[in-house]
C-alpha cells in the first residue's frame, strides 16, 4: 500500500501502499472499467477537489470479512493470499485512508468522519492480533508490512489528531507498541530497511527496497516524535539503507544491497521513489536541496510515463518496470518533496503540480491508479494528501 501514504501512508498507505515484484491473475477482475478521467473539465478549487474527496472516502468505507459495520477501505490489486485481499492491503488502505480524512480541515465538526474513522480506528487496533500480521513468519513475498508502517502512521496521527475516544485508547497504545515493534523484527538484517518481496528466511539480508523503506523511516521519525522508543542507531541504519539506493545522478534503485550502480536511463520510472527516499531523507534531517530538487524537476517532466500504467492490467511492464500502483504514491511524495525546498521555489512548482494532478482525476471527483473501482479510495486519499501539501496544511512530523 500503494501502498499509497499514507502506499504506498503504497504501497504501496501503500502501496501500498501497494506493491508486487511478481503477481498471480486477479482473482476477481472487475466488469468493467471505472469512470475515464476528463480532460475538459474545468478544474475544481483545491478546497472544492479536497472536500469532494473526503465525502467519497467516506461512502466507500467497507464491512470486511464478517464485519457487523463498515470499518475498512481495502486496497485492491492482483496479489491475493488464499485468494482474499492479503490483510495487510487492508490495514494498509485503511490506514492510508485514514490519513487523508484526519488531514483535512473540517475534521473535527465533521459527525461522519469521526465515526468512519472511529470504526477504522477499533479495525486496525484489533488488527494486531491477527496471525496474518505476525512478524514471525517465513519471508518470501509479503505485504505484511504495509500494514506494520501505515497502522501505526495512522494510530499515532489518530492520537495527534485527539481522533482516539477513552475508551478506545488502551487497545490504540496496544496496537501502536505492536506495529512499531514489527517494524523492529523486520528490519532487513545487515543491509537495514524493508522489504516485501524477501527470499526465504527473514533472519536472511536481502536488497532494501525504497518504495517501502521511505515511508516506514517517515513512521519512525513520526513515533519518535509522539514520545515512543525509536533509537538513533534505527533511524541511522535506516538512513544507510536509503542512501544505498542513491545513484549519482539522482537515479534511485528499484532495490539495493550495496551502493547503487547508477543508471540515468532509468530515471523516469523511478521518479515516485526519488522523491519518496528525498523526502523520507530530509524529515530524518539529511536533507539534500540538490537532489530533492532534481526528483522534483524530473517528476513534472516524466510523470506521463507513469501515465502510460494508470488503470493498465500488468504489473512491471518495459521499459520501465513501473506498475499501475506506483502512480499516486508518486504524487504525494512530489507533493511533500516540493514542500522541502526553499520557500521562494514553491508556488510555482506547486502550480505545476496541481496542473498535473487534475489530469488524473476521473469525472467522479476521484483518483485511481487501478482497474479496480474499490481502489479508487487509496487514489483519492493520496490525492487529499498530496492537495493539503500543496496548499500548506500538512503538518510535517
Excluded at 81 to 89: F, M, S
Excluded at 103 to 111: C, L, M, N, Q, S
Excluded at 334 to 340: K, L, R
Aim: hydrophobic content about 45%.
Amino acid at each position: 500500500m500503494p501502498a499509497p501514504l499514507l502506499a504506498p501512508v503504497a504501497a504501496t498507505l501503500l502501496a501500498a501502499i501497494l506493491l508486487p515484484v511478481t503477481n498471480p491473475p486477479a482473482a476477481n477482475p472487475p466488469a468493467a472499467n471505472p469512470p475515464a478521467a476528463n480532460p475538459t473539465a474545468v478544474n475544481p478549487t483545491d478546497a472544492e477537489a479536497i472536500s469532494a474527496g473526503v465525502a467519497k472516502i467516506v461512502a466507500m468505507q467497507e464491512k470486511g470479512p464478517g464485519a457487523d459495520v463498515a470499518a475498512e477501505w481495502p486496497y485492491e490489486g492482483v496479489y491475493r493470499v488464499g485468494g482474499k485481499i492479503p490483510y495487510g492491503y487492508r490495514v494498509g488502505g485503511t490506514s492510508i485512508a485514514c490519513m487523508a480524512l484526519l488531514a483535512a480541515p473540517g475534521f473535527a465538526d465533521d459527525a461522519a468522519r469521526k465515526d468512519a474513522v472511529s470504526r477504522a480506528i477499533d479495525f486496525v487496533a484489533r488488527s494486531r492480533d491477527e496471525p496474518l500480521l505476525s512478524p514471525e513468519y517465513g519471508g518470501n513475498y509479503d505485504v505484511r508490512g504495509w500494514a506494520h508502517c501505515y497502522g501505526l502512521r495512522f494510530l499515532v496521527a489518530a492520537k495527534n489528531a485527539n481522533a482516539v475516544a477513552e475508551a478506545q485508547k488502551p487497545a490504540v497504545d496496544a496496537a501502536i507498541a505492536f506495529y512499531l515493534d514489527a517494524l523492529k523484527k523486520t528490519e532487513i538484517p545487515q543491509v537495514g530497511g524493508w522489504q516485501y518481496a524477501r527470499g526465504p528466511g527473514i533472519e536472511n539480508p536481502c536488497p532494501t527496497s525504497p518504495f517501502m523503506t521511505a515511508p516506514c523511516l517517515m513512521a519512525l521519525v513520526e513515533a519518535k516524535a509522539a514520545g515512543l522508543e525509536v533509537s538513533d542507531e534505527l533511524l541511522a541504519r535506516t538512513v544507510k539503507a536509503l542512501e544505498l539506493t542513491r545513484g549519482e545522478s539522482g537515479y534511485v534503485a528499484y532495490n539495493a544491497q550495496r551502493p547503487t550502480r547508477d543508471d540515468p536511463k532509468q530515471i523516469p520510472g523511478a521518479i515516485g521513489r526519488m522523491c519518496a527516499v528525498e523526502v523520507a531523507l530530509a524529515r530524518a534531517g539529511k536533507a539534500d536541496e540538490k537532489r530533492l530538487r532534481f526528483a522534483v524537476e524530473k517528476f513534472l517532466e516524466f510523470w506521463p510515463e507513469l501515465e502510460k500504467r494508470r488503470k493498465k492490467t500488468g504489473t512491471h511492464v518495459a521499459p520501465y518496470g513501473v506498475a499501475p500502483y506506483y502512480f499516486f504514491y508518486a504524487f504525494t511524495h512530489a507533493a511533500m518533496a516540493i514542500e522541502h525546498l526553499p520557500e521562494a521555489e514553491r508556488p510555482g512548482l506547486r502550480a505545476k503540480f496541481r496542473e498535473t494532478l487534475f489530469k488524473a482525476r476521473d469525472a467522479d471527483g476521484t483518483w485511481n491508479d487501478r482497474v479496480f473501482p474499490r481502489s479508487a479510495s487509496f487514489g483519492t486519499a493520496m490525492s487529499v494528501l498530496a492537495l493539503l501539501e500543496a496548499d500548506g496544511v500538512a503538518k510535517q512530523p
